[in-house]
Structures are given as structure tokens and as C-alpha cells.
């Protein structure tokens, strides 16, 4: 599963495969995985980082940004 290549590439945890799961159509995308890097590591990936790194992706931003 594309998943599980993920996890492994990245370092994660299977606990985090749920998340990886959800949005990994999005993640496929190496813009998105640039900005999203220093998230996806086991101690700072949860949903809410990982949204907030997504918006940031998709608005062409260079790192995550403080949204509101």
C-alpha cells in the first residue's frame, strides 16, 4: 500500500498511518511534502499540523503558516 511506503520513508508510526491514510493523495505531491517536511516526523504529525501544512502547500507558501 501506498501508505506503508510512506511510513517507511518518512519514519513514522503505524499509530500514524490513519492520518497518512486520509491525505495521502495529497501528499504524494513533492510541493507538498517540501512544506510539509519538518512535520512528518513521529513527534510532531497530527491532523491539525498536518491541515494546516496542506493550506499552506496549496497557497504556494514556502513553510507552514500560522493560520487566524
Do not use: H, W
Not at 2 to 17: P, T, W, Y
Not at 30 to 49: A, G, H, M, R
Request: net charge positive; with cysteine; hydrophobic share 40%.
Amino acid at each position: 500500500m501506498m501508505e506503508d511506503a510512506f511510513l517507511e520513508e518518512f519514519g513514522l508510526n503505524r499509530s500514524q498511518k490513519n492520518i497518512v491514510k486520509k491525505y495521502i493523495r495529497e501528499l504524494q505531491y513533492s510541493s507538498v511534502q517540501k512544506v510539509c517536511s519538518p512535520i512528518l516526523t513521529v513527534d510532531k504529525l497530527d491532523e491539525l499540523t498536518l491541515q494546516r501544512g496542506l493550506i499552506s502547500s496549496f497557497l504556494k507558501f514556502k513553510e507552514i503558516t500560522k493560520l487566524g
